[in-house]
């Protein structure tokens, strides 16, 4: 099984936020994260965001208002595809919130 490419270098490593929700399995599919930032559930260092596309880089720091309550992660790496879940936890460091997604609490 191949493992997803990381990218921890902050000068390179800019993705879409959508795409980077994805990978990090914040959200089950693109369109859900596409969601769930239309919906202003997202903020990046403090700012919230409405736009799929918006760029975020490595040491970005996302609020997340998710279904099973409010999470801050660190973006720690951009992945080039979505991996399995024990890759996605690499994507980000959790600065406070109900634990890793699919943890039990």
């Not at 921890?8 to 980077?20: C, F, G, N």
């Amino acid at each position: 099984m191949a493992t997803a490419r990381l990218t921890r270098d902050s000068a390179r490593a800019v993705t879409r936020l959508d795409k980077w929700l994805w990978h990090a399995r914040a959200a089950k599919t693109r369109t859900v994260a596409q969601q769930i930032v239309g919906a202003g559930k997202v903020r990046i260092d403090g700012v919230k965001v409405r736009n799929p596309g918006h760029r975020i880089r490595v040491g970005n720091v996302l609020t997340l208002a998710l279904a099973h309550g409010v999470v801050v992660w660190r973006v720690r790496a951009i992945a080039e595809r979505r991996g399995p879940a024990r890759e996605a936890i690499d994507l980000y460091e959790e600065i406070s919130g109900p634990g890793p997604l699919g943890a039990a609490s």
